[in-house]
């Protein structure tokens, strides 16, 4: 078969679209930035329509600058940020809400009492999830019970809720399909594990009516046709996941025990748990990576808030001012990685292993003398370090241990920080020639969707290496940063 796929991959802070070839090659690329707002501390929100308006332009712009005709276009594949969600109108759809972002905290608190009644057992069974804000259930009832009018029109069946992708399907395909799948379902804190349907003792626990929500259908589906009033064309929409599974899968982690990291505004470190409900080990998610057909895959997750964001952090407040001293501060993180400073990114609270919402962003081991090289430097260490945290609470449920641990994402650009991170896990860590694993894989789910590609096997030589980092710290080394950095946690946590 001929023709191209898209792949939307819509994340935290923008939307781009990808036009991949039959050989997984990029035909060209278009994005549009997405918007964050912070109306409250540890509130995170962003607009609808914004992110509906970045999808359209972004695909149109995308095959514009390809060249392709749309007859040419087979079917799209969306990967969206996981466990933010949209509440709408159905009758309109328009949003009764901005968008929660995975990033907000505002149920905290809310997580907590659960917690003392002793749900949380019950949730992690039947989930394989953290009781944690992160996940979308403790918001959704925010809303219902905090925007007007909210719960009488969701009782009344008159509202949806969605995942992006979901909310992306629903526009695109001008209301004609409220679905999402269970790579998606599986972060909601409301779909059981083993059987991939919507929990009704969860569904009891957090108010929601089952009316709101979406039909679970395969990851690798005709979700819905585009409208040519939205989109100007009408193309399948052909698979949708989580951005996280979806650069699972085009990092081609398809057996138990290969993993892989997205170095993105977090940090997500996921590995293939096999084809049966896993139970993570302390401080680890279980999810759904994905269902093809009657295949279906499970992970194991270390989900690390802030990574990118970080850096993103040192840019806003000045320590990284331009792209030229950026350059300069990077060649001068050699240097600094000697000097005792750490940075545990908490700003957003702490994930894998600890989940510690409340833990404080903390710098330590600062003097007059300290430069602006060293702090980037224990930032992107930071972000090491607890990359490695995730990965050590992780093994032990991997039979074997890991196979392979390949990396992807924006920060994975950075030969310092790959290079810090092969030498503080211990092993070598695998970057691919294209680093966009999330679009990869949307493509690739939805190309096996469409018939682009027959099997899996016509895609395992178009994964290419770019470089392999090798592990040259001394264990003695090791040891001692990996124990003080323990303090520097240690530090953050007790000041929130």
């Not at 997580?111 to 949730?123: A, D, F, S, V």
């Not at 004609?176 to 972060?187: F, K």
């Not at 979700?223 to 650069?247: C, E, M």
């Not at 700003?347 to 404080?360: H, I, S, V, Y």
Request: hydrophobic share 45%; charged share 20%.
């Amino acid at each position: 078969m001929t023709g191209v796929v898209l792949a939307l991959d819509q994340g935290t802070s923008s939307t781009r679209c990808f036009v991949v070839g039959p050989e997984l090659d990029v035909r060209a690329v278009a994005s549009r930035p997405v918007t964050s707002s912070f109306p409250r501390p540890g509130w995170v929100e962003q607009d609808p329509e914004e992110i509906v308006q970045g999808a359209v332009e972004s695909i149109r712009e995308a095959v514009d600058r390809a060249g392709v005709a749309w007859s040419e276009v087979l079917g799209i594949g969306i990967d969206n940020q996981t466990e933010t969600f949209v509440v709408w109108e159905r009758d309109t759809g328009r949003p009764v809400y901005p968008a929660i972002v995975w990033q907000c905290r505002r149920t905290a608190e809310a997580c907590g009492r659960l917690r003392e009644q002793g749900h949380e057992p019950y949730i992690r069974e039947r989930t394989g999830l953290e009781l944690d804000p992160s996940f979308s259930a403790t918001k959704l009832a925010w809303v219902l019970e905090n925007v007007a009018g909210a719960r009488t029109a969701a009782d009344a069946g008159r509202l949806a809720f969605g995942d992006v992708a979901s909310w992306l399907i629903w526009r695109l395909s001008a209301g004609a399909a409220h679905v999402t799948e269970p790579s998606n379902a599986s972060r909601s804190m409301l779909m059981g594990l083993e059987d991939l349907a919507w929990d009704d003792r969860l569904l009891a626990l957090f108010g929601i009516p089952r009316s709101l929500l979406p039909e679970i259908i395969p990851t690798g589906s005709l979700f819905a046709d585009t409208s040519a009033d939205v989109l100007g064309a009408s193309v399948p929409v052909a698979g949708a996941l989580g951005d996280q599974q979806a650069a699972l899968f085009g990092q081609q982690c398809w057996a138990p025990g290969e993993a892989k990291v997205t170095l993105g505004t977090g940090a997500f470190i996921w590995a293939n748990a096999g084809p049966r409900p896993p139970m993570p080990p302390k401080g680890i998610l279980g999810t759904c990576a994905w269902q093809l057909d009657s295949d279906v895959a499970y992970a194991f997750e270390g989900f690390i808030p802030v990574a990118g964001a970080a850096v993103s952090w040192l840019v806003e407040v000045g320590v990284i001012a331009d792209p030229p001293k950026s350059v300069s501060l990077v060649a001068g993180l050699a240097e600094a990685e000697t000097e005792d400073v750490w940075f545990v990114p908490a700003l957003a609270g702490l994930g894998a292993p600890t989940w510690d919402p409340f833990a404080k962003g903390t710098i330590l081991g600062i003097t007059r003398g300290t430069s602006r090289a060293q702090l980037v430097a224990a930032a992107l260490d930071g972000v090491a370090h607890q990359v490695v945290d995730a990965v050590e609470a992780m093994e032990p449920g991997i039979e074997g241990g890991f196979r392979t641990l390949r990396v992807d994402g924006g920060m994975a650009r950075n030969d310092w920080l790959l290079q810090r991170l092969a030498d503080l896990v211990g092993r070598s860590v695998e970057r691919p020639v294209n680093p966009e694993a999330t679009g990869i894989g949307a493509a690739s789910v939805a190309g096996l969707t469409l018939g682009l590609w027959s099997s899996r096997d016509d895609l395992r030589d178009r994964w290419i290496l770019d470089r392999r980092f090798e592990p040259g710290m001394p264990p003695k080394t090791r040891d001692r940063l990996r124990q003080r950095w323990a303090g520097a946690v240690e530090q953050a946590r007790s000041w929130g």
